[in-house]
């Protein structure tokens, strides 16, 4: 059984849809596939992607990006209501939102949000972020939203494990950013991820954690973990992102 792994699929992009539909309906039948967020914006087409994905792969399991929680306005409705239909959309395809073993081998998706551990939000962060617009919390703050997922993150019992993974879609830490990223994009910092997460992965032991939402690709060790980003991303990212699904292990 091979472990998969991707994030950023952003199939509202036509091409990025097309590609998904194409995927290999034989190949993949007794494998893992960890989507690490931003599967899309509509509702609909993240049935659709999520409901092909079920039927192409052993196992899916999933946690959700922040794209995934954007709603329409004018339709109604929050976030925290569009959430809860993604977690009954995926308990009726059996897709995991929770911690997944086989053999020796714990995977464990964590939930998060940014809670602005990485910085404080300016201006032209608040005027440029869709998910201000996009997002409805009910009147509750970021640092809210992410105490109120982190609650769901219930660590299990690593004992008798000879691997742990562990996957979210935001960062679990600032320095996963490259030391060469130009200035100009370091308003975005505090809107990447939450130290939170870093913390469960220190709890679990976890080896090897992958994570999405920066669109940066890439693979560095940090404290002897090793982070791993595979982010499928828009249509016009292929210089900074990766249009596949990666192996990253077999059980």
């Not at 019992?157 to 830490?173: E, M, N």
Request: proline content about 4%; hydrophobic content about 40%; overall charge negative.
């Amino acid at each position: 059984m091979r472990i998969f792994v991707g994030s950023d699929f952003h199939v509202d992009y036509q091409e990025n849809l097309v590609w998904f539909e194409q995927l290999s309906q034989q190949d993949y039948q007794q494998d893992i596939l960890l989507v690490v967020g931003d599967v899309a914006n509509d509702m609909p087409l993240f049935s659709y992607v999520m409901s092909l994905l079920a039927e192409r792969f052993s196992k899916v399991l999933y946690v959700p990006g922040n794209h995934d929680v954007w709603i329409k306005r004018s339709v109604g409705g929050s976030s925290f209501e569009k959430l809860q239909a993604i977690k009954a959309l995926c308990a009726d395809l059996n897709i995991g939102m929770e911690a997944y073993s086989s053999g020796d081998t714990l995977i464990v998706p964590l939930m998060g949000w940014y809670d602005y551990s990485f910085g404080m939000p300016g201006q032209m962060l608040r005027s440029a972020w869709m998910d201000y617009r996009r997002c409805d919390w009910e009147g509750h703050s970021d640092a809210e939203v992410s105490a109120l997922f982190d609650t769901e993150n219930r660590l299990p019992d690593t004992a008798g494990f000879k691997s742990i993974l562990s996957f979210s879609h935001f960062l679990p830490r600032i320095d996963l950013m490259p030391a060469r990223m130009p200035e100009k994009y370091h308003f975005l910092y505090p809107v990447l991820g939450t130290s939170k997460l870093e913390a469960h992965i220190r709890a679990l032991g976890s080896h090897t954690h992958f994570y999405g939402h920066s669109h940066l690709n890439r693979q560095v060790v940090k404290d002897g973990v090793t982070y791993i980003n595979n982010a499928f991303g828009y249509p016009s990212e292929r210089d900074i992102a990766a249009r596949m699904l990666m192996h990253v292990g077999d059980i």
